[in-house]
């Protein structure tokens, strides 16, 4: 499987993205997609996730501002952030579990500026 990641951009504090992630493959073998997220010098950590049984994970930073959906294909995976702020900048990476393997997309900058 393949994955596609689009969305990022450069905001104001307060502001909305929304990433998207394209699957392609075979994507019927996905059990779990998600979003990562890596700042400068920072470890890359989990942001969200959502299972195949619709299940949601938010990280304490995303919960109350980000949201994670998917299509029931799981061709298309999104993360609406809202009420953006610095501390949010950082690469973001869409991740899929593929026959019990993680999965990488390439990443997509996000940058929120004070």
């Known amino acids: 499987v393949q994955l596609q990641a689009s969305g990022g951009g450069l905001v104001q504090a307060g502001g909305s993205l929304r990433l998207s992630c394209v699957a392609s493959g075979s994507i019927s073998d996905i059990n779990a997609m998600g979003w990562y997220r890596q700042a400068p010098g920072k470890q890359r950590e989990l942001v969200a996730m959502?299972?195949?049984?619709?299940?949601?994970y938010l990280a304490d930073s995303a919960r109350g501002r980000f949201n994670i959906s998917r299509n029931n294909a799981w061709r298309t995976l999104h993360l609406q952030m809202n009420s953006l702020k610095p501390t949010d900048t950082a690469v973001y990476y869409c991740?899929?579990?593929?026959?019990?393997?993680?999965?990488w997309g390439q990443g997509t900058q996000v940058t929120v500026s004070s």
């Open positions: 959502i299972a195949s049984d619709g299940k949601k």
């Open positions: 991740n899929a579990i593929h026959r019990g393997s993680g999965v």
